[in-house]
């Protein structure tokens, strides 16, 4: 009798090995993956070093800002410098002078950037403080009508500061762009060269940010840029007299000078029943009083009638110093 023999189960060695295989090389791309990953992070970081080696941290820019052109350069203030007390005062300033300007025109400026950029504001405050008509239209809407009209208007002011060893640092791409860096240098060149009746904060300097596209890749860097010197450098005034050497190199003895000329300006105010006791704040009618002076043969003075009103000290002890060495003998 024969038996029937037991089968044994049969194992499947060949579907193992297949899944075996299978993760294996899931495991493997994954890995391959990462690492080029890892090389690609690599290749970015050693890029961007070699881009941009030892650079200062820069403020956040604008997507509209990187939108460049090869070879295309723009310049924007560093925010902080947009926030410090001078800068906004040197705004508030020119501001507030271009609206007295043009107060007959009723004109009201509000915003630098977007209310200088076209040409109007500059047309009308040119004509204003030159005395003359430019032959410009008087409305334009047009991107070209703008700039052909800005071209005109700067060309005007150019042929006004270039003899008088202004230096250019604006053009009418910058202007018609808003950029507040050239616009400020135009307004405060025109303040100065009209003798404008304000006092500009002196010594005012920003940060700018600059950033070019060089062979496809954007390069920042940051400059200070200089927007107002002193008063005097700025109009040109270069002549010293002993109130600039006082000023700067005998401060102390400033309070005797002073003194000096309170006491000659009292004996003479006496008998009008009028007295001063701080020169800085004390002076009144200026305009009229240089009027007087130069009609009773003093030389006129190195000072303006506005350096007075504007409370500037060096100023007021000219003028006084110059009714002094006139009027000192008289009783």
């Not at 970015?44 to 295309?72: Q, R, Y």
């Not at 009618?285 to 409370?311: H, I, T, Y």
Request: without cysteine.
């Amino acid at each position: 009798m024969s038996s029937t023999p037991v089968r044994s189960p049969t194992l499947r060695p060949h579907r193992m090995k297949k899944d075996e295989s299978f993760l294996g090389k899931l495991g493997g791309t994954l890995a391959r993956k990462k690492k080029a990953r890892e090389v690609t992070d690599l290749q970015e970081e050693g890029k961007n070093a070699i881009n941009a080696p030892m650079s200062p941290a820069l403020p956040d820019l604008h997507p509209e800002d990187t939108l460049l052109e090869e070879n295309e350069e723009r310049t924007m203030i560093d925010p902080n410098s947009k926030e410090e007390a001078k800068f906004k005062e040197l705004i508030k300033v020119l501001i507030d002078w271009i609206n007295d300007v043009l107060v007959e025109e009723r004109i009201i400026v509000k915003q630098l950037e977007e209310d200088v950029y076209d040409g109007q504001v500059l047309q009308k405050l040119l004509e204003k403080l030159a005395g003359r008509k430019l032959n410009v239209a008087e409305v334009t809407q047009s991107e070209i009508g703008q700039k052909q009209k800005l071209q005109t208007v700067l060309e005007a002011v150019h042929d006004l500061l270039r003899p008088h060893g202004w230096a250019i640092k604006w053009n009418v791409d910058s202007i018609h762009g808003k950029n507040l860096v050239s616009i400020l240098h135009l307004l405060v060149a025109l303040a100065m060269h009209f003798r404008a009746p304000i006092r500009l904060p002196e010594h005012v300097s920003v940060q700018v940010v600059v950033v070019r596209k060089r062979e496809g890749l954007l390069q920042t860097a940051q400059v200070t840029e200089e927007l107002t010197t002193t008063t005097e450098m700025m109009m040109g005034r270069f002549e010293r007299d002993a109130f600039d050497t006082l000023f700067d190199h005998a401060p102390d003895k400033l309070s005797v000078v002073k003194k000096s000329l309170i006491t000659f300006v009292n004996k003479h105010l006496n008998k009008l029943n009028l007295e001063v006791t701080e020169l800085e704040t004390q002076v009144h009618n200026v305009s009229f009083a240089f009027e007087l002076m130069q009609d009773g043969g003093l030389k006129k003075p190195k000072a303006r009638p506005e350096d007075v009103v504007n409370l500037d000290l060096k100023s007021t002890l000219r003028v006084l110093y110059n009714l002094f060495t006139k009027y000192k003998n008289v009783e």
